[in-house]
């Protein structure tokens, strides 16, 4: 690998976003630290994020190495349909700020095991609460640094652990400060993000376009999908070698609404940039975010379809590879280091960004579980001042985990976004049950909860192996041989996002026999408190919700 690809100029831009982040954390650290006096503050920065830095705080935390790199290599194998993550995420982003928000604030929830425990009892939510520090650890955290590090390392030459250590230490700097930091600063994060991400694609489409002598965005743009039009398809065909991943309508009517609502209304990782605000407040961040959202195909899936075009005509092979030892989310960075001086520091710190943003993120969650859910129910009497020294110690800890086993979990042999995706797949369907029949169905259990945690999860597991014990020829008869990833195979395999729907009606199912055979559950006392009213969001809000919910609609009639 190459030393020292950066020069001068562009350490100099890193270092001055560097200094902006960090000066600015430490400003409103010292300006707001006598405030921080109590859990919820350093937890939520409870009252002090306004609409905008609420939803600038959710796209940085959820844009990350998993995007930047992982969706950009996605955008290289499959083509614009990877993109159905994000414009999806826009709708479920409204259903969220309509229907769930309110929920929350109203029942004043401020953790998703806290949820739990209230609406099922402490042993739901205890498990429930290893489950999720497990997931966020082991797959989340790790294959954020894993990705952000190889992308790092082949962008400025550092020594990969090098890397994966520097990027570790600057997400604890941020937490540490505790949300309002992280909130405030995330508003920075996002400017170098959008704006080094647009100079990056600025300079794919260029490339492109200097290949074959065209000239003008748009018409580069055009050249790209005349070049690979396979590539500008929402809605994959059975027999596309990527419908396992993206198994056609199952992305506007099936599972993908499971990883949506899920990922962005149950997930403490995402939902704690709202529940410190008012419902108003709340609402006008999502919606914002929902909007954001919308944007970042054109910073993360274009540059890996522009790489993927110039790939086909002879170029980056060598880096990307041939084959079986082709590696798609090399893409990126091969992009990154074509950039001139000045913009690929600026390139360069939008990746850093993302990636500290979202490390930042995911640790405070982390902290926010271990030390609210499970330390403090062990230890009720535990005073405010030990749990916020809980909390830093669990981000120090949490870091160094990810750190030392981030390397052993074969995140590049997946691909880095899949990865996340199937993994979190595995508990996401009994957990969007457990929630929305939590939220909807006063009657629902903790007996029925319990069967959606455990069976799901169990569920989830024996569809995904099951199937390869299968006998091809016995089912192609009733259309099943389109699950087949390998034609040289007898062995089928469900689309994770089909097994995710699957599961989660099962779920459902489930919960509703057992909470009805419980002649108990008639008169439950966990249930929500709940009222038609509180779901009325404002004439602007549902103005500007339209107008996504019209620009989603737009753009898959257009790339069907």
């Known amino acids: 690998m190459q030393k020292n690809l950066l020069q001068p100029f ?18 409103i650290y010292n300006k707001k630290k006598k405030a921080i006096s109590d859990s919820k503050d350093f937890f939520l920065a409870e009252g002090s994020l306004t609409w905008w830095a609420i939803g600038a705080s959710l796209i940085a935390s959820n ?45 004043k929830i401020y953790t998703m095991p806290q949820f739990l425990s209230q609406r099922y009892g402490n042993t739901v939510a205890a498990i429930m609460a290893v489950f999720w520090l497990l997931l966020y650890v082991v797959v989340n955290l790790t294959s954020i640094l894993y990705l952000g590090a190889i992308a790092i390392h082949a962008v400025s030459g550092i020594e990969f652990y090098t890397c994966m250590i520097a990027l570790a230490v600057f997400a604890v700097i941020i937490t540490l400060g505790g949300m309002k930091v992280i909130g405030f600063t995330d508003v920075i994060q996002v400017f170098f993000l959008i704006l080094g991400g647009l100079a990056t694609t600025y300079l794919a489409l260029g490339l492109v376009g200097d290949k074959f002598a065209v000239h003008g965005l748009m018409n580069q743009f055009h050249l790209l999908t005349e070049k690979a039009p396979d590539h500008f398809h929402m809605i994959l065909d059975k027999d596309n070698p990527n419908y396992l991943d993206l198994p056609g309508l199952s992305v ?5 609404w499971i990883v949506n609502l899920n990922y962005w209304g149950c997930n403490q990782y995402i939902t704690q940039r709202a ?33 993927y075009v110039l790939y086909q005509h002879g170029e980056f092979q060598q880096t990307i590879g041939v084959g079986a030892a082709q590696n798609p989310d090399k893409a990126y960075p091969v992009l990154l280091n074509l950039l001139g001086p000045g913009l690929k520091g600026l390139s360069f710190a939008a990746l850093t960004a993302a990636v500290v943003a979202s490390l930042a993120g995911k640790a405070n969650s982390i902290s926010t579980i271990f030390s609210l859910d499970i330390y403090k129910k062990l230890y009720p009497a535990t005073d405010e001042k030990k749990i916020l020294s809980v909390g830093r110690v669990t981000v120090i800890v949490a870091m160094i985990l990810a750190v030392v086993i981030s ?31 939590g939220f909807f169905w006063k009657r629902t259990n903790a007996g029925a909860a319990m069967f959606a945690m455990i069976g799901g999860f169990v569920m989830s597991l024996i569809l995904k192996v099951l199937p390869k014990f299968a006998d091809l020829s016995a089912l192609s008869a009733s259309g099943w041989s389109k699950f087949n990833p390998d034609p040289s195979s007898r062995h ?11 599961v989660f009606v099962i779920c ?14 008639k008169h439950n006392p966990r249930g929500l408190e709940v009222d038609a009213a509180m779901f009325k969001p404002s004439t602007g809000f549902v103005v500007i919700a339209l107008l996504v919910v019209g620009m989603i609609t737009a753009l898959y ?3 069907w």
Request: glycine share 12%.
């Open 252 to 256: 506007l009517v099936g599972g993908m």
């Open 63 to 107: 844009i990350s190495a998993e995007q930047m790199i992982g969706m950009s290599g996605s955008g290289f194998k499959m083509g614009l349909a990877i993109s159905t993550y994000e414009w999806m995420a826009a709708a479920t982003l409204i259903i969220v700020a309509v229907f769930f928000l309110p929920i929350y604030l109203k029942n």
């Open 407 to 437: 390397n052993f979990l074969g995140i590049d042999k997946k691909g880095g976004f899949q990865f996340i995706q199937e993994y979190t797949g595995f508990v996401s369907p009994g957990i969007f049950a457990m929630f929305i029949m």
């Open 10 to 27: 562009d350490i100099i831009v890193f270092v001055v976003y560097f200094v902006i982040v960090a000066g600015y954390g430490i400003y």
């Open 492 to 502: 089928f395999e469900i689309p994770f996002i089909d097994r995710m729907g699957i």
């Open 275 to 307: 529940l410190g605000a008012d419902l108003k407040t709340a609402r006008n961040g999502l919606l914002f975010a929902g909007f954001l959202k919308m944007l970042m195909p054109i910073i993360v899936v274009l540059p890996g379809i522009a790489a």
């Open 508 to 521: 459902i199912i489930g919960m509703i026999i057992i909470s009805l055979l419980d002649p108990k559950s």
């Open 557 to 559: 009639t257009v790339f």
